[in-house]
């Protein structure tokens, strides 16, 4: 009889974990003229939704004018919000919304351009560690690169953010052990994107996964640029991706199994700190990509 109670419990229990997906908000719309967030949002729901973990909303910002001045998004009912936008300024409530969010251990997951929004919010750039464009410069920060086998911070003046062509380029992974990382092939090419590069921020409390070097030859800053990682601020944890550059008739950058895969590790470990995930079973390789379209994502 108790055997019986406990299979029942532990049942349940199974099934209350099975049935208990992980809340994500992603936050999207036109906030800028050079990315398409009609093509980029649609890979990051089905990303999210092949792997069968999360629930997602995607929440829509209002156009530029009263609506949008008025708009708060409700962060404190998910666990945690994917910013697919970029825009210069934000309402006060939502700003003290988003970082109480993150303060009380709301995770964030910054996309390619979500790192160039609000160059002047100082709790938005220590929570991001490192962005680019929108007038940044020495004033927000050190430049941060991989150089001879450890990080450097280069207060160098001169501007934030910069990119060379659309082109493929080697990810290598600099953290084999992280949740987020742990298993994935250590070096694999991925699809035409604009390598970010000549980031500066704050760089507090970031720790790289991933980086990636950035040809002079393809107008590249011939560095090796962080292209994913984790940063921390209060009891949120934070996941950056440089990677996603879309337009109106190509999504490659979102179409590779290699970003797909990292992203959406990366949002369950900045949801929950942890990474259930199964490994892929194909990946791209040193030489090759692979990408899974759209319709292969359902
Ligand atoms: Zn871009």
Redesign the pocket.
Same mark, same amino acid.
């Given at each position: 009889m108790k055997l019986k109670v406990l299979f029942v419990a532990l049942l349940s229990l199974q099934m209350g974990l099975q049935a208990k997906p992980i809340k994500v908000m992603l936050l999207t719309g036109k906030t800028d003229n050079? =990315?398409r967030w009609e093509v980029t949002s649609p890979y990051l729901k089905a990303t999210l939704d092949h792997q069968k973990v999360f629930a997602t909303d995607v929440v829509l910002l209002p156009p530029p004018g009263k609506a949008f001045d008025e708009f708060v998004p409700e962060f404190s009912k998910y666990q945690v919000v994917v910013l697919d936008i970029n825009m210069p300024e934000w309402n006060e409530k939502a700003k003290t919304a988003f970082v109480n969010f993150v303060q009380k251990g709301g995770g964030v997951v910054v996309v #390619? $351009?979500a790192n160039n929004a609000f160059q002047d919010w100082k709790e938005f750039n220590q929570i991001i560690a490192l962005g680019g464009w929108g007038n940044r410069n020495e004033k927000d920060g050190p430049y941060y690169y991989w150089k001879e086998g450890k990080y450097v911070k280069d207060y160098t003046p001169g501007p934030g953010g910069a =990119?060379g062509q659309r082109v493929p380029f080697v990810i290598n992974i600099r953290d084999t052990e992280h949740p987020i990382t742990k298993g994935l092939p250590t070096k694999w090419l991925h699809q035409n994107d $604009?390598l970010y590069g000549n980031l500066r921020g704050p760089a507090e409390n970031i720790h790289v996964l991933a980086t990636a070097f950035s040809t002079k030859e393809t107008g590249g800053t011939g560095k090796e640029e962080p292209v994913f990682f984790t940063v921390t601020y209060g009891k949120g944890r934070v996941f950056q991706t440089v990677m996603g #550059?879309t337009g109106d008739d190509y999504a490659d950058s979102v179409e590779d199994v290699g970003f797909q895969v990292t992203f959406a590790r990366g949002v369950e470990w900045a949801a929950t700190g942890k990474v259930k995930q199964e490994l892929p079973t194909e990946f791209p390789t040193e030489t090759t990509v692979l990408l899974r379209k759209l319709d292969q994502l359902k």
């Open positions: 050079y =990315h #390619h $351009e =990119h $604009e #550059h």
